[in-house]
T-cell receptor, first 114, second 109 residues
Framework: KAGVTQTPRYLIKTRGQQVTLSCSPI?????VSWYQQTPGQGLQFLFE???????NKGNFPGRFSGRQFSNSRSEMNVSTLELGDSALYLC?????????????FGPGTRLTVL | QKEVEQNSGPLSVPEGAIASLNCTYS??????FFWYRQYSGKSPELIMS????GDKEDGRFTAQLNKASQYVSLLIRDSQPSDSATYLC?????????FGTGTSLTVIP
């Protein structure tokens, strides 16, 4: 069974631009979560989608948004990029969310904002 | 108060020793508990999950859960240099996962 895939793997953008990251979950998984990881802050939860609905959102500004499609694939968008948005963005999927479901991570997208 | 707390380390153990990693969580309603291993520059990899009190063993890894003390631990027996990584503790509450900041482990040959 294929794992979680994320595209692109690396991105370099400049301040003020916007970016869209894509995530394809493990086949059959319906919950997709997004995280930002930086050396100083560790893993920070962005949002979680299940059946095309955002169920949870972390403490990030409105510049960070996401969506999930009917095939469970998900995208996240960051508008008006800032230098502090440079990070590893991780997508993780699970069959459901909650209970005893295990969550598996994709390889991540490393975003550099210049 | 953070949902999940870990000692950031670094923790150093000699090759062949037992490495002990600890984690506490704040909310008693948390249902399930996980350990992830993350190598530098890579994404986290799930290595253990545990749902009920007691020990769960998988190869050289043993996860221990004590819900009364709100405490989860991971023991790595016969530590190898390839075990050198950051270990993340995660807790599932409701439909969200909460992660600790990770403990850096170095196994010295």
């Amino acid at each position: 069974k294929a794992g979680v895939t994320q595209t692109p793997r690396y991105l370099i953008k400049t301040r003020g631009q916007q970016v869209t990251l894509s995530c394809s979950p493990i086949s059959g998984h319906r919950s997709v979560s997004w995280y930002q990881q930086t050396p100083g802050q560790g893993l920070q939860f962005l949002f979680e989608y299940f059946s095309e609905t955002q169920r949870n959102k972390g403490n990030f500004p409105g510049r960070f948004s996401g969506r999930q499609f009917s095939n469970s694939r998900s995208e996240m968008n960051v508008s008006t990029l800032e230098l502090g948005d440079s990070a590893l963005y991780l997508c993780a999927s699970s069959w459901l969310a909650g209970g005893y479901n295990e969550q598996f991570f994709g390889p991540g997208t490393r975003l550099t904002v210049l | 108060q953070k949902e999940v707390e870990q000692n950031s380390g670094p923790l150093s153990v000699p090759e062949g020793a037992i490495a002990s990693l600890n984690c506490t969580y704040s909310d008693r309603v948390s249902q399930s508990f996980f350990w992830y291993r993350q190598y530098s520059g890579k994404s986290p990899e799930l290595i253990m999950s545990i749902y009920s009190n007691g020990d769960k063993e998988d190869g050289r890894f043993t996860a221990q859960l004590n819900k009364a003390s709100q405490y989860v631990s991971l023991l790595i027996r016969d530590s190898q240099p390839s075990d050198s990584a950051t270990y993340l503790c995660a807790v599932n509450k409701g439909n969200q996962f909460y992660f600790g900041t990770g403990t850096s482990l170095t196994v010295i040959p």
